[in-house]
């Protein structure tokens, strides 16, 4: 049964670079973020990963925030897709990825190499401008995977974008649940572990539900951007019910 899993994921990477390379270059951005949200919850229904979505943004929602949360997995970045489809700031890791890495980089992730200032200051940069553009963004302040029931420190320095940009902060929670509604740690991908490993985990492990929570928006007028972080990661935590 796993080896059907592989090869459905397999052909559905295929069909995503099919895709990128053929229909991406003459699709509206429109066009672009229902394939990528379509995509996703492909992707996410063959990983056998269901997907649930809570409001608690008290019925406030900017087009133009950046969006933040915790990361657990790289799953994260397709469960959020399926609500928000995004240009993420993302580990140059992955960029290396087999298939995925590329489809990744086509479906506009942007791709931070750790310990670089100078990466750091250009694609703050870059991401002004994407967010002035109306793209969407978003990006894991924790800047690599923590296991559930964890929440590392935010790092602020991207948060200053959405204060040079004039928009808010979304902040978002996914956990990952199982069927008696128990954080699954098959969800889990910290340490050495590889991309290959955890899709085994996964595929193999009892089927599981992820939990995606919008929160209220920051506003970042007149703030700082280790304000906004400490705001962030304040109301991210209450969410998971971390102390």
């Known amino acids: 049964m796993i080896v059907w899993h592989f090869f459905r994921i397999f052909l559905h990477l295929t069909a995503g670079l099919l895709t990128c390379a053929v229909i991406f270059p003459f699709s509206s951005d429109a066009r672009r973020d229902e394939l990528v949200r379509r995509w996703s919850v ?6 056998t990963v269901d997907v649930t979505f809570k409001d608690k943004s008290e019925g406030v929602v900017n087009a133009s925030a950046m969006i933040v949360s915790n990361h657990v997995s790289w799953l994260d970045i397709f469960v959020i897709n399926t609500l928000h489809p995004c240009h993420f700031v993302a580990k140059s890791d992955i960029r290396n990825w087999p298939l995925l890495g590329w489809l ?24 002004v401008h994407q967010i002035e553009a109306g793209k969407r963004i978003a ?11 964890n929440l590392l420190s935010f790092h602020a320095n991207l948060f200053e974008a959405a204060i040079e940009a004039h928009v ?5 929670v996914v956990r990952y649940l199982d069927a008696q509604g128990q954080l699954h740690s098959a969800a889990d991908f910290i340490g050495d572990m590889t991309f290959a490993e955890s899709m085994r985990i996964i595929l193999l492990a009892p089927r599981m539900t992820a939990e995606l929570v919008r929160l209220p928006a920051i506003p970042t007028e007149g703030a700082h951007r280790r304000e906004v972080a400490q705001v962030a990661r304040a109301a991210v935590m209450k969410e998971l019910g971390i102390s």
């Open 42 to 47: 492909k992707l996410l229904s063959i990983c």
């Open 104 to 127: 990744c980089e086509k479906a506009g992730t942007i791709f931070l190499v750790r310990g670089r200032q100078r990466d750091v200051r250009r694609i703050y940069e870059g991401l």
């Open 139 to 149: 990006f894991f302040p924790e800047g690599t995977t923590a296991a559930q029931g």
């Open 168 to 172: 808010p902060v979304q902040p978002f």
